[in-house]
Nanobody
Framework: QVQVVESGGGLVQAGGSLELSCAAS????????MEWYRQAPGKQRELVAS???????NYADAVKDRFAISRDNAKNTMTLQMNSLKPEDTAVYYC???????????????WGQGTQVTVSS
């Protein structure tokens, strides 16, 4: 059962911008930590950025000062604003969220199916 869905990927020229969104399904009661990962062809999946429910952010060195992560707790959504994109940012980007469907159940991790970002040189 898909609980989080990404959107906003596409093709952009180097130096351009894209905004990715991640939305939890309406069945989700609450989200905790939320993260963006990416996986380029032939490479391992890597953490790009993370944000806690309280808004504390963390970025991979490769995207620091170019990407910005944010979230809306009321809507259980998260965005990744990507600026000054480079060809090496080309990858499938995945949203991961720690979620619970009801108040008194454990947190569980939910992954989206990914959205392709392609940066042309």
């Amino acid at each position: 059962q898909v609980q989080v869905v990404e959107s906003g990927g596409g093709l952009v020229q180097a130096g351009g911008s894209l905004e990715l969104s991640c939305a939890a399904s309406k069945s989700i009661f609450k989200t905790n930590d939320m993260e963006w990962y990416r996986q380029a062809p032939g490479k391992q999946r890597e953490l790009v950025a993370s944000i806690t429910r309280g808004g504390v952010t963390n970025y991979a060195d490769a995207v620091k000062d170019r990407f910005a992560i944010s979230r809306d707790n009321a809507k259980n959504t998260m965005t990744l604003q990507m600026n000054s994109l480079k060809p090496e940012d080309t990858a499938v980007y995945y949203c991961k969220a720690s979620v619970k469907e009801r108040e008194f159940v454990p947190w569980s991790d939910s992954w989206g199916q990914g959205t392709q970002v392609t940066v042309s040189s």
